[in-house]
């Protein structure tokens, strides 16, 4: 048979790959169409509200952003959108909501207590500490910068 | 010397094989004996329902065999899922001896050539061999939540939704499979103790599940006299014998990456073929089917290529079960893989072939890759194991 190294090499160069401009494509359009109904949700709240500041229509957008994707992902239909967009659905806030919810629709089963509440952090766990500890850094050094 | 010949015939009594609804979409979807239209039937989680899948798979090869319960000497059995849970609940059903088995995918192999053996030294007269596995419970376990919008790469393979089971006897089959009414297989367990209040709500439910079950088409009988699918009217010329096989090692030429388990299993795969036709003095030429288990199309390929090097050249008539599971538009990628695969494509599609007389001597050499969830993250790399055993059909 043939040696580790060899087989590793065979394996690596003849594995079916994903093809990337179908999947750049794909993520990218769908990616910027996310975005774009963002923004478009941004200005119509500035439309209605007009008094509002600039940072509580963010925040306001990123809310319904966030319902949408959960809502997306209860329908059924989010992962649906994932498997032909990729990275174009993931990355937006709506993708973070999609890797909150699945996890505790999945972990629904085993009760409340030890699966929704204990398992709905499986996926987006690494992201929220992330986000923690950078927010944590940038403040620290912004506090010495100023 | 890994390769054993049996001395006495072990007979294959019957098989049965119960499917999702993606499953009796695919390619072997005419010969499955139940296909269910959706794939938790009734019940309230994916691992409740691959367990009743598995429990109702022995129980529907049981009657076929013209058996009872009772005269089941061990019940076999492995699936994927943490501690054989499935297996082990659906085991608590039947009031006979039962061994929980793991070789992840290859784990119908191992049923196979265990209880054969047993059977071959006397030990035991009726043995049931039976896998299951179910995507969603599978998904779960080994992957990321269903709803979750992430892509499968192309080195992907889809878990098999699927239960099946095998009845190895050391009698001759009848000629004839005996009928297995949809009663027979959704039916009050006289040897459940539960009470009043249960009985009554298992009752109601057993209408429901009936909706949700599809007995294959070659299995209806009406006005389908004669017809030569049929399998409950087919007078079977032949019947199926294990004669031996090749008990499987564990190989691991260092490949982590486990979204690619065909190229995992491949190797193992390879040392178990030539190892048989090696200690068995048999070539391929002999054999007029090969069937590996869930390697998938690039798996298949890798397989063709290692054993290429040693100077084999594989027919044909090769088949990979899992490559060809599913149809192209299912868009699966490689093909099903999981315990229930290659069981469900055996208990169907070849046995029907083997008790026509198609076949005269195949070789079934299911593959499986031995990971677990934490292994690839703590930089492990996967095994593969494959089992190979031998069905020769011979004429009653």
Known sequence: MLERKEYQDYVSQNAPRSPMTRTLIAAFIVGGLICCIGEGIGDIIKLIFKEMSDKDVAIWESCIMIFLGSLFTALGLYDKLGHYAGGGSIIPITGFANSVISPAMEYNREGVFYGICAKMFTVAGPIIVFGVVASFLVGFIGYFAM | MRTIKLKRPVYIKSG?????????????????????????????????????????????????????????????????????????????????????????????????????????AGFAKNITCSTSSHYSSAERQYRFPLELGNQRPPTAQWTVTGAGCTVLSSEMPSQMNERVYEDDIIAIDENMNIDEKTLEKYKKSIDKQKKVINISK???????????????????????????????????????????????????????????????????????????????????????????????????????????????????????????????????????????????????????????????????????????????????
């Open chain 2, 16 to 120: 049965f094989t119960i499917v999702g609804p993606k499953e009796g979409d695919g390619n072997f979807g005419d010969c499955y004996d139940i296909v269910l239209n959706d794939d938790i039937w009734c019940e309230k989680s994916y691992e409740k329902c691959e367990c009743k899948m598995h429990r109702d798979a022995i129980t529907g090869a049981i009657k076929k065999a013209g058996l009872q319960r009772e005269d089941i000497d061990i019940l076999m059995g492995g699936d994927l899922l943490n501690e054989l849970s499935p297996t082990s609940l659906a085991a608590r059903n039947f009031p006979t001896a039962f061994l929980g088995l793991y070789n992840a995918c290859s784990t119908f192999g191992e049923a196979m050539l265990v209880a054969s053996m047993l059977i071959d």
């Open chain 2, 218 to 396: 070659s299995n209806i009988l009406d006005g389908n006299y004669g017809k030569e699918n049929n399998d409950y009217m087919r007078v079977n010329s032949h019947c199926a014998v294990v004669t031996g096989g090749t008990l499987g090692r564990v190989i691991d030429l260092g490949i982590d990456d486990e979204a690619n388990m065909g190229a995992a299993m491949a190797p193992a795969a390879c040392d178990t073929i030539l190892t048989h036709f090696k200690e068995s003095g048999l070539t391929p030429g002999d054999y007029d089917g090969i069937f590996t288990g869930d390697l998938g199309r690039f798996g298949r390929d890798t397989l063709k290529y290692l054993l290429s090097k040693e100077g084999i050249t594989l027919p044909g008539y090769y088949m990979d079960t899992g490559a060809s599971y599913y149809t192209p538009e299912q868009k699966t990628f490689q093909g099903g893989s999981g315990a229930g695969c290659v069981n469900t494509v055996f208990n169907s599609y070849i046995l029907k072939k083997l008790q026509r007389g198609e076949y005269k001597r195949i070789l079934v050499v299911p593959t499986g890759a031995l990971l677990n969830k934490d292994t690839p993250l703590q930089q492990e790399t996967i095994p593969g194991i494959a089992h190979a055993f031998t069905v020769e059909s011979k004429a009653f």
